[in-house]
Structure formats: C-alpha cells, structure tokens
T-cell receptor, first 112, second 111 residues
Framework: GEDVEQSLFLSVREGDSSVINCTYTDSSSTYLYWYKQEPGAGLQLLTYIFSNMDMKQDQRLTVLLNKKDKHLSLRIADTQTGDSAIYFCAENRSGGYNKLIFGAGTRLAVHP | DAGVIQSPRHEVTEMGQEVTLRCKPI?????LFWYRQTMMRGLELLIY????????DSGMPEDRFSAKMPNASFSTLKIQPSEPRDSAVYFC?????????FGPGTRLTVL
C-alpha cells in the first residue's frame, strides 16, 4: 500500500546512539530521505541516500539501506538533547517527478 | 539564502471565510510543493508545480482548495470556504533537483 512505516517513539540517554528505523514500499524509489522536525518548525533535510548505496555517513549521522528488505535506518551517534525532535523518513515514488511519501515520524526523546 | 518563505505563520479564521496562504520558493528552484500536516493523516502532498505549471493536483482534497503559481517566485493556496476540518499546518517546499526544502509552515485554525 501507500504506507511508509516507522516506529512512533524512541527514548535514549544523552551520549548513547539512537537508531531510527523505517520500511518503505516502492522498490524502484531512487532516493530515500531523512528529515528532522523540531516543535513549531518546518522539516529540515538531514540527509538522503541514493538507492544504489548501502551506507552513507555524514558526521554523527549514518544511514543504512537494505534494498532487499526495503529497510532504511538512521543512526545518530553521541545523541544530544538538541537531537530531540520528530524524524521522518521519505521515499520518492516513481512516476516522473520527485514525489515524496513520508512516514508518520518517530519522536526521539533524549534524556540525561 | 532566506530559504522558503511562507506567510502568514499563523491564521485563525471562522468557518466559511476565505483563507489565502502564500509561499516564496528559494530563488532558482523550479519545483514547488504544497503539503498539509495533521495528527491524523501526517504529511500529505496537495499539489506540485514544475516551472509554474501544476503537474499533480491529485492530493487536493476538494474543490474548495485551489492553488496558483503566477510566477517563479510566488505561489498561493486558497481555501474557500474554509471548514474546521481544514485546520492543519500547511507547508510549502521547493526544489531544483532531488532535495526538497521546506518552509516554516502556516498553522491554520478554522473555528
């Protein structure tokens, strides 16, 4: 169906690693994205991965892609309180333009 | 760069009134998207413009909603007449290639 699925909530201790998981639906999606939304703000593009890649690292962020299982994950190393936000994964559905389908978002809570 | 600019940031109106939301995309971007975010339905794409032309409006809920892009630097989303179920945060996003950049959103409350 249409759904990109994410767990709704994750709680981690400051300094630990966070892993946010996502499953998507369209095996022909070219790019997969992670966005961050802080309260009252718009969506901030964090990173994205091209579908022919398995992994992408960008400072504290690591994206892993398993195309066979249509599984995407975002790992945040050394999680800080400023990382508390809602994280959305998105896939671009094939169909001629970059139409993004978003998951429901995972709320990350970082506690001391 | 100022990023995507949306106005107003907050709008409170009464049922039946006309509402107009505005968006200025990032200069040089040729694609513009309007999204709606609610707790129940998450983020939904309403309409997509490419080079000022509406390409996909399949997400527009009903005829009360209309969107225009008269030039490359301005777009509007209009709801007439508005209803309480239209209460949501409306986002505009623009892109040039595969990255979409979002504005801060307009929080609409229809009483």
């Amino acid at each position: 169906g249409e759904d990109v699925e994410q767990s709704l909530f994750l709680s981690v201790r400051e300094g630990d690693s966070s892993v946010i998981n996502c499953t998507y639906t369209d095996s022909s999606s070219t790019y997969l994205y992670w966005y961050k939304q802080e309260p009252g703000a718009g969506l901030q593009l964090l990173t994205y991965i091209f579908s022919n890649m398995d992994m992408k690292q960008d400072q504290r962020l690591t994206v892993l892609l398993n195309k066979k299982d249509k599984h995407l994950s975002l790992r945040i190393a050394d999680t800080q309180t400023g990382d508390s936000a809602i994280y959305f994964c998105a896939e671009n559905r094939s169909g001629g333009y970059n139409k993004l389908i978003f998951g429901a978002g995972t709320r990350l809570a970082v506690h001391p | 760069d100022a990023g995507v600019i949306q106005s107003p940031r907050h709008e409170v109106t009464e049922m039946g009134q006309e509402v107009t939301l505005r968006c200025k995309p990032i200069s040089g971007h040729n694609s513009l998207f309007w999204y709606r975010q609610t707790m129940m339905r998450g983020l939904e794409l309403l309409i997509y413009f490419n080079n000022n032309v509406p390409i996909d409006d399949s997400g527009m809920p009903e005829d009360r909603f209309s969107a225009k892009m008269p030039n490359a630097s301005f777009s509007t989303l209009k709801i007439q007449p508005s209803e309480p179920r239209d209460s949501a945060v409306y986002f505009c996003a623009s892109s040039f290639s595969n990255e979409q950049f979002f504005g801060p959103g307009t929080r609409l409350t229809v009483l």
